[in-house]
């Protein structure tokens, strides 16, 4: 049997409704999932936490309000703010935005196609967690 390629690509791949309003890509492997992110303007995703996965985000386009742990920021194209496993955190877009995020371990129900969006190594994916 071979090894499934750990080659992919986005292109001509619908993007996958996380939320209303709040579309994403996703690739991920054993250990990290990274995600291409849009918000369609006025979206947003309420107050949650990911108790056991870490969040590092990247904002390529537009703009979005981010509050963690009460603390708020604007934030634009360039920014980069890391969100630790636990911490509630929230997101708005009053504009839309686009932001890479990279998430470990890798949250499942960030997954859309498993089998196209996954390269699974030896353990099979054994650290990733439901949510």
Same mark, same amino acid.
């Given at each position: 049997m071979t090894e499934p390629s750990p080659f992919r690509t986005w292109n001509g791949r619908e993007l996958f409704e996380f939320r209303?309003? @709040?579309? *994403?890509?996703?690739i991920g492997g054993?250990? @990290?999932l *990274?995600?291409?992110v849009q918000y369609e303007p006025g979206k947003f995703v309420p107050l949650h936490r990911h108790e056991h996965t870490e969040q590092v985000m990247f904002v390529m386009d537009g703009e979005v309000t981010m509050?963690?742990?009460?603390e708020t920021r604007e934030l634009k194209a360039g920014d980069v703010v890391v969100v630790n496993r636990g911490l509630d955190h929230t997101l708005v877009s009053k504009t839309g935005v686009t932001f890479?995020?990279?998430?470990?371990?890798?949250p499942l129900d960030h997954v859309p196609d498993r089998s196209l969006d996954l390269v699974l190594?030896?353990?099979?994916?054994?650290?990733?967690?439901a949510k």
């Open positions: 209303d309003g @709040v579309r *994403l890509h996703a054993e250990q @990290v *990274l995600c291409r509050t963690i742990e009460g890479m995020e990279a998430l470990a371990p890798v190594g030896p353990d099979g994916g054994a650290t990733h967690v």
